[in-house]
């Protein structure tokens, strides 16, 4: 039973292969549960799921920000410095969210556009040896939306958990028909409830780049596989030597173009995420010296995990791509095509012009995205500390 449940993070068999898009198996299931795939008014009972969809709309996209715009009105006057601190962090993170959303909504036929593209790609990949690649990196994939449903309902758990034992409100919505004091279960459910589907969304949108651009390095590593061995059959001749050659410069132009697909919705998601992201490590380091019991500590501890897996990773795999380009040109250059006939050198140098060009994914096309990048959006969040620590804000909000 736990095979299949698990199948899809499971070693390459030669009877259950998995081809690119099926590294999209657990990340499409998170998008059916947001109803954010609709069905062709054809299938049966497709307006239940239209329902499912307006549904989640209404209650994680109108009704959390505006409990959160009331609770500012209505409640701050009564809010003591740990509500504060916990109130602020919960709107940057839920409009960065619905921002997001907005983006990947009217780019998301380039969503389909890419899977075209994997399919075309998973085309070439004849051996046993590359399909056993392409199965791992889709297993992989798998397993990284397994992981950040671990860490982000993790926090979530973690939150709620601490809310009912301090007898709190975990994330500061305000409920106009439940009131807290009265039914105060009722009102942390409808407030957990809400609230998964913003941190559901959150897993979404942080997942796919990290799932595109792991298939995408996967496909490059293939190629330069068969760079390597380009010339490297003394049976064949001349003309099979130079066909597979042209082979590989349109593996590589295809590459490039997948990487152009994605590159408008990736660069809008991560500038978004990268500015949010000093912020809220900034509030949460702040807040942790507000926060008098260990269960706070643990909650904010949690959740600077999870702001952190909002953009570490997705770094370090651009920063991996911008290597793999790297090591592309010099595998080319290295490559057998010294004593080739002219056309196949010339083909040669027009290839290893091409692939000097890395494949770069930008945020907002303003900054890179990789470790560097991360690392001083990181640093800004010590800029919020030393400014609330300078103007002594802790002591005027005891």
Same mark, same amino acid.
């Given at each position: 039973?736990?095979?299949?449940?698990?199948?899809?993070?499971?070693?390459?068999?030669?009877?259950?292969?998995?081809?690119?898009?099926?590294?999209?198996?657990?990340?499409?299931?998170?998008?059916?549960?947001?109803?954010?795939?609709?069905?062709?008014?054809?299938?049966?009972?497709?307006?239940?799921?239209?329902?499912?969809?307006?549904?989640?709309?209404?209650?994680?996209?109108?009704?959390?920000?505006?409990?959160?715009?009331?609770?500012?009105?209505?409640?701050?006057?009564?809010?003591?410095?740990?509500?504060?601190?916990?109130?602020?962090?919960?709107?940057?993170?839920?409009?960065?969210?619905?921002?997001?959303?907005?983006?990947?909504?009217?780019?998301?036929?380039?969503?389909?556009?890419?899977?075209?593209?994997?399919?075309?790609?998973?085309?070439?990949?004849?051996?046993?040896?590359?399909?056993?690649?392409?199965?791992?990196?889709?297993?992989?994939?798998?397993?990284?939306?397994?992981?950040?449903?671990?860490?982000?309902?993790?926090?979530?758990?973690?939150?709620? &958990?601490? =809310?009912?034992?301090?007898?709190?409100? /975990? *994330? %500061?919505?305000?409920?106009?028909? @439940?009131?807290?004091?009265?039914?105060?279960?009722?009102?942390?459910?409808?407030?957990?409830?809400?609230?998964?589907?913003?941190?559901?969304?959150?897993?979404?949108?942080?997942?796919?780049?990290?799932?595109?651009?792991?298939?995408?390095?996967?496909?490059?590593?293939?190629?330069?596989?068969?760079?390597?061995?380009?010339?490297?059959?003394?049976?064949?001749?001349?003309?099979?030597?130079?066909?597979?050659?042209?082979?590989?410069?349109?593996?590589?132009?295809?590459?490039?173009?997948?990487?152009?697909?994605?590159?408008?919705?990736?660069?809008?998601?991560?500038?978004?995420?990268?500015?949010?992201?000093?912020?809220?490590?900034?509030?949460?380091?702040?807040?942790?010296?507000?926060?008098?019991?260990?269960?706070?500590?643990?909650?904010?501890?949690?959740? &600077?995990? =999870?702001?952190?897996?909002?953009?570490? /990773? *997705? %770094?370090?795999?651009?920063?991996? @791509?911008?290597?793999?380009?790297?090591?592309?040109?010099?595998?080319?250059?290295?490559?057998?095509?010294?004593?080739?006939?002219?056309?196949?050198?010339?083909?040669?140098?027009?290839?290893?012009?091409?692939?000097?060009?890395?494949?770069?994914?930008?945020?907002?096309?303003?900054?890179?995205?990789?470790?560097?990048?991360?690392?001083?959006?990181?640093?800004?969040?010590?800029?919020?500390?030393?400014?609330?620590?300078?103007?002594?804000?802790?002591?005027?909000?005891?």
């Amino acid at each position: 039973k736990s095979n299949m449940i698990f199948k899809y993070i499971q070693e390459p068999t030669l009877d259950a292969l998995l081809r690119s898009r099926d590294a999209l198996i657990y990340f499409n299931r998170c998008i059916d549960q947001m109803g954010w795939r609709l069905p062709p008014r054809t299938a049966k009972n497709w307006w239940l799921y239209y329902l499912w969809t307006l549904a989640v709309l209404v209650f994680v996209f109108i009704f959390v920000p505006y409990g959160l715009i009331m609770t500012g009105i209505k409640e701050f006057k009564n809010f003591t410095t740990t509500d504060l601190f916990t109130y602020v962090q919960v709107p940057v993170n839920t409009n960065a969210s619905i921002m997001k959303s907005i983006f990947v909504l009217f780019m998301r036929a380039r969503f389909a556009k890419a899977q075209k593209m994997m399919d075309v790609m998973d085309s070439r990949c004849v051996k046993m040896e590359e399909k056993s690649q392409v199965h791992r990196a889709a297993a992989l994939c798998n397993r990284v939306v397994i992981i950040y449903h671990g860490i982000y309902f993790g926090y979530l758990t973690v939150a709620v &958990t601490g =809310a009912l034992i301090i007898r709190k409100s /975990p *994330f %500061c919505v305000y409920n106009p028909l @439940v009131n807290a004091k009265d039914h105060f279960y009722v009102a942390i459910t409808i407030e957990a409830v809400t609230m998964a589907g913003i941190i559901m969304a959150n897993l979404i949108l942080d997942v796919y780049p990290i799932i595109y651009v792991v298939v995408l390095r996967t496909h490059m590593g293939l190629l330069s596989q068969r760079i390597k061995e380009l010339r490297s059959d003394t049976d064949k001749g001349e003309d099979q030597h130079y066909a597979e050659l042209v082979e590989c410069v349109k593996d590589h132009q295809l590459i490039v173009e997948y990487g152009n697909t994605l590159r408008p919705m990736i660069s809008a998601t991560m500038f978004i995420q990268l500015l949010s992201v000093g912020l809220l490590l900034g509030l949460a380091a702040v807040s942790m010296q507000f926060y008098n019991t260990t269960m706070e500590r643990l909650v904010s501890g949690t959740y &600077t995990i =999870a702001i952190l897996s909002q953009t570490f /990773p *997705f %770094c370090y795999v651009c920063e991996q @791509v911008s290597s793999d380009c790297d090591s592309l040109t010099n595998t080319l250059f290295h490559s057998c095509w010294l004593g080739a006939e002219r056309r196949y050198r010339t083909t040669m140098l027009y290839f290893i012009h091409n692939v000097q060009q890395s494949i770069l994914f930008t945020a907002g096309g303003i900054f890179p995205i990789c470790l560097n990048t991360n690392i001083k959006m990181a640093k800004f969040a010590f800029s919020v500390v030393t400014i609330v620590n300078k103007m002594d804000l802790a002591e005027k909000l005891r």
